[in-house]
T-cell receptor
Framework: NAGVMQNPRHLVRRRGQEARLRCSPM?????VYWYRQLPEEGLKFMVY????????ESGMPKERFSAEFPKEGPSILRIQQVVRGDSAAYFC????????????FGEGSWLTVV | AQSVAQPEDQVNVAEGNPLTVKCTYS??????LFWYVQYPNRGLQFLLK??????LVKGSYGFEAEFNKSQTSFHLKKPSALVSDSALYFC????????????FGKGTRLHILP
């Protein structure tokens, strides 16, 4: 059973470009979470999605950031018009269900904005 | 709102000695508590979790954690540290609710000295 798959692992974008990060959850998992980790900092919650629904996006910046988890295909975290401050590691995690279920993380996507 | 505190940024322990990484939490209702470990440039790996039942939870790589409801703590422990235990450790809490996300502490860097 493959784990949570994230791609690309490393992405370099120039300021003003768009970044798209993809996450395929573990097989059978319908809950997806995105977190951001800045160097030497902890994990910041961004968004929690279930298939076709955004459940909690309280951690998402109001502008330029969006996320989706369509019925078919991976979850996508999209950052428009990237700025240097967006440089970070973005982690996706998935879970079978809620509450007591463990969430499992992917290896992360490292975004560098130049 | 739920929160997690890891009061120590860094913990240094000599190889072979017991180690403790501290975590306290605040949540409405029953807490579901987790520990994860992160090695450099990698995603988070699940170590153990407390859902209900026995307050002492055993996990991967010889780690264990003790849930203490009165002190709202969930400290991570290991009887004898290994150099390979050196990593970044995250405590996390989740509570059943509308916003069913997992909140992470800021992390504690564990250094095991040979």
């Amino acid at each position: 059973n493959a784990g949570v798959m994230q791609n690309p692992r490393h992405l370099v974008r120039r300021r003003g470009q768009e970044a798209r990060l993809r996450c395929s959850p573990m097989k059978g998992h319908s809950h997806v979470y995105w977190y951001r980790q800045l160097p030497e900092e902890g994990l910041k919650f961004m968004v929690y999605l279930q298939k076709e629904n955004i459940i909690d996006e309280s951690g998402m910046p109001k502008e330029r950031f969006s996320a989706e988890f369509p019925k078919e295909g991976p979850s996508i975290l999209r950052i428009q018009q990237v700025v240097r401050g967006d440089s970070a590691a973005y982690f996706c995690a998935s879970a079978l269900g809620t509450t007591g279920n463990t969430i499992y993380f992917g290896e992360g996507s490292w975004l560098t904005v130049v | 709102a739920q929160s997690v505190a890891q009061p120590e940024d860094q913990v240094n322990v000599a190889e072979g000695n017991p180690l403790t990484v501290k975590c306290t939490y605040s949540v409405s209702g029953n807490p579901y508590l987790f520990w994860y470990v992160q090695y450099p440039n990698r995603g988070l790996q699940f170590l153990l979790k407390y859902i209900t039942g026995d307050n002492l939870v055993k996990g991967s790589y010889g780690f264990e954690a003790e849930f203490n409801k009165s002190q709202t703590s969930f400290h991570l422990k290991k009887p004898s540290a290994l150099v390979s235990d050196s990593a970044l450790y995250f405590c996390a809490v989740r509570a059943k609710g509308i916003d069913d996300k997992i909140i992470f502490g800021k992390g504690t860097r564990l250094h095991i000295l040979p």
